[in-house]
């Protein structure tokens, strides 16, 4: 299917590892300018390296309002108009249950995870208002349905961004503009990789099929989001996860 995204630039935060980058890679193939922003600007610049067509990297500390409105700014120059925001960053090594975790852990993970796609979408948002044309999709987690225990900090933020999503596509929806909010199951991720190996095996036995899930696959459905076969979808909460929140026996 040709999603007709060519021409579009697109920027993913996040984008140097993991899903991020698997939507790099997937939104140049479709023929998008991409734009890589990343705290690690150097694994940003080696993700650069690995698209085929127009591309540049921007270093990024989401948690910083001037920080992110230079990242947009650098990629707007070099590409052009941002068309496509995907939001693929965020915290996601905060372990302890509320009593261990400190409130400069609990501002850190805020900040960095809810805060940054704030500053995300305020960055572009206006400007594909005007233009009247935007995607903006936010990664966040299934988990934010059930909890998970000694992870209050990371699932109170990845909740947040289901109503800062849903919020966006009301102020949007009349400027062709969409917003939503994908939510992977248990992908084969660095960050996944960096888990004590108990945890690891824990994971994956809990899911429905007993398996890793390619960053690919959660990048497929995001590309198709993009795409003006689904303009019509937008506030929407889009599962990838296998079925992994099904009750199972």
């Known amino acids: ?16 590892t993991g899903i991020g980058k698997a939507v790099c890679l997937t939104l140049a193939a479709e023929g998008c ?18 698209i085929q067509g127009k591309a540049v990297a921007a270093q990024v500390n989401i948690a910083d309002f001037d920080s992110v409105s230079a990242a947009f700014a650098k990629v707007a120059a070099d590409l052009g108009p941002v068309d496509i925001m995907v939001f693929a960053d965020g915290k996601y090594d905060t372990f302890g249950t509320v009593k261990q975790t400190s409130p400069e852990t609990w501002d850190n993970e805020l900040a960095n995870t809810l805060s940054g796609a704030f500053y995300c979408i305020k960055a572009v948002g206006p400007s594909m208002k005007e233009r009247k044309w935007g995607r903006i999709i936010n990664i966040s987690n299934r988990a934010v349905t ?14 947040g961004l289901f109503g800062l999503t849903k919020t966006a596509a009301l102020e949007y929806a009349r ?46 459905m995001i590309a198709f989001l993009c795409s003006d076969y689904a303009k019509g979808i937008t506030g929407a909460e889009v599962d990838v996860t296998m079925g992994n929140e099904l009750f199972v026996f």
Do not use: F, W
């Open 146 to 159: 059930s909890g998970a225990y000694g992870q209050s900090a990371h699932i109170a933020a990845m909740a």
């Open 175 to 220: 400027k062709n503009v969409t917003c939503n909010i994908v939510l992977p199951g248990l992908v084969d991720t660095p960050a996944y990789r960096a888990l004590p190996e108990a945890i690891q095996e824990k994971l994956l036995n809990k899911g429905l099929t007993k398996r890793l899930q390619e960053p690919a696959e959660i990048a497929n």
């Open 1 to 16: 299917m040709d999603l007709n995204l060519s021409g579009k630039t697109a920027a993913v935060v996040g984008g140097a």
């Open 33 to 50: 300018n991409i734009g890589v922003l990343d705290k690690n600007i150097e694994a940003a610049e080696a993700t650069v390296k690995e």
